[in-house]
């Protein structure tokens, strides 16, 4: 008689720093999906009547077990998915004060909003719509993650996390830790659906909307399903940013600005740095100068604080760079930098970059998740945002010039979700993220955010 020796259906983590198997994680059972639909429609039942000030501080309880467990996390974080240390540390102190900012700031956002109809007579209540299933991606386990549960949970929400397979250790730990900062039973949990449960779950009365991070083939299924099962959703999807440098620009701060847009995260964040398109005049400049402080970056061990890139987090999507660098290579492309693997157990790939990069070409049309940036070469300005155009993405992007006012007027022809000047994109609860074209619709962060899942109740009152 023999025995099989497949492992149960489910998620198994590697530590891509060295291949080793971290833990597996089977599938939730059909009773344990029921039993995690049940708990977020029961906590919500209790707290979408919570006072404000109760809400306030969860909030401000949350940030300080953050900031209490951060070694813990930070250590799951590196292990799961290789984000050095340091920045892991960094992501969990953002967390923190995201946490704090909408404490302060998110009631008043939330307040009864009066209208332009004469004598008070309208008012618009922004209300809780009810349990929120969120499907989350690896690259930032507690950021990504908080960054939406926080303005849900404060409009009065409950949130339902699927965590991606490879950071169900994060996911969990960080379940841990706020409910042991007084979350509700139910209010923030995580299950470990498959496929078809998150089916089933998007289509269960008990599931009011649903927010997802990830690709563009995941945003459309989901997407798909949310429309016929007729609910909400916000997707934040895929980006190919471009990173536009002006002949007038300060060369050496654009530089600097590109390292951290392209290779922070090991390059792989939906907003950073993808195609430098960079004016005919300073090319030269900029590529020389890119280049030397590309080779001046320290890759290895995450877990050691002098590291800026560590490994990618999944085995089979270094592969995929991999290949996209390949066909790249083959239309045409130079290569100036890296541009293969790195040999032994662990997931590296070298820091890549790609010259004379032209549209058309696999790494100016496609998204590069990884630590390869594309150089590309633009006429003068006018050709500059017209390549920036030239993409099926819209999530964010950048602009280098010393001539501030027209830097803003060039910016608002760029179709993204997000401008920056003199600076590389990135995400502030201050402001909205969220994308146009295949980047997703919707928007997370500041007012716009905590209001995608409420309910604007209009209220009309006659005086007698």
């Known amino acids: 008689m023999t025995h099989s020796t497949t492992a149960p259906a489910g998620a198994t983590s590697r530590n891509p720093a060295n291949g080793e198997v971290l833990k597996h994680y089977p599938f939730a059972t059909a009773q344990e999906v029921d039993a995690a639909l049940q708990g977020t429609q029961d906590a919500f039942n209790s707290w979408k009547n919570s006072a404000m000030d109760d809400r306030v501080r969860l909030l401000q309880n949350m940030a300080q077990g953050l900031r209490d467990n951060s070694a813990a996390l930070a250590g799951m974080m590196t292990s799961e998915m290789g984000k050095p240390v340091t920045q892991a540390l960094a992501e969990i102190e953002k967390s923190a004060a995201l946490c704090e900012w909408y404490a302060e700031n998110g009631p008043a956002m939330l307040a009864a909003e009066p209208t332009l109809v004469e004598d008070d007579k309208a008012w618009v209540n922004y209300l809780p719509l009810g349990p929120v299933l969120s499907v989350m991606p690896w690259n930032f386990p507690v950021w990504q993650v908080l960054r939406g549960a926080v303005p849900i949970i404060l409009a009065g929400n409950s949130y339902l996390l699927k965590p991606a397979p490879n950071v169900m250790g994060s996911a969990y730990l960080l379940r841990d830790i706020v ?56 997707m ?89 660098v390949k066909a790249t290579l083959a239309e045409g492309a130079t290569l100036l930098l890296g541009g293969e693997p790195l040999a032994g157990e662990g997931n590296y790939y070298a820091p890549t970059v790609l010259g004379n990069v032209k549209p058309g070409m696999t790494s100016f049309k496609q998204e590069l998740f990884g630590p390869v940036a594309s150089l590309i070469k633009a006429k003068d300005a006018d050709d500059a945002i017209r390549m920036a155009n030239d993409s099926e993405f819209g999530l964010g992007g950048s602009l280098w010039s010393r001539d501030i006012e027209a830097a803003k007027n060039l910016a608002k022809q760029v ?27 919707g928007r997370e962060l500041s007012h716009f955010g905590i209001r995608e899942f409420t309910n604007p109740q209009t209220l009309w009152v006659e005086k007698g």
């Open 179 to 234: 409910t042991k900062a007084g979350v509700p039973q139910g209010l923030f949990d995580v299950y470990n659906a498959d496929n078809a449960a998150v089916a089933a779950s998007i289509k269960d009365d008990r599931i009011a909307a649903i927010t997802l991070t990830g690709s563009v083939r995941a945003g459309s299924a989901i997407a798909s399903m949310a429309g016929a099962a007729l609910k909400k959703c916000v």
């Open 236 to 324: 934040e999807l895929g980006g190919s940013d471009a990173f536009v440098v002006l002949a007038d620009a300060d060369i050496d701060a654009a530089v600097k600005g590109a390292i951290a847009g392209r290779f922070m995260n090991n390059g792989q964040i939906c907003i950073s740095a993808k195609r430098i398109i960079v004016e005919a005049s300073i090319m030269e400049e900029f590529t020389e100068k890119f280049l030397a402080a590309v080779q001046t970056l320290k890759m290895g061990d995450p877990r050691d604080e002098s590291t800026y890139l560590g490994p990618m987090a999944r085995f089979d999507l270094r592969d995929e760079l991999d290949g996209q």
């Open 415 to 441: 179709y993204t979700g997000g401008m920056f000047i003199n600076s590389p994109s990135f995400s502030d609860p201050r402001v909205p993220i969220g994308g146009v074209k295949k980047s997703g619709f």
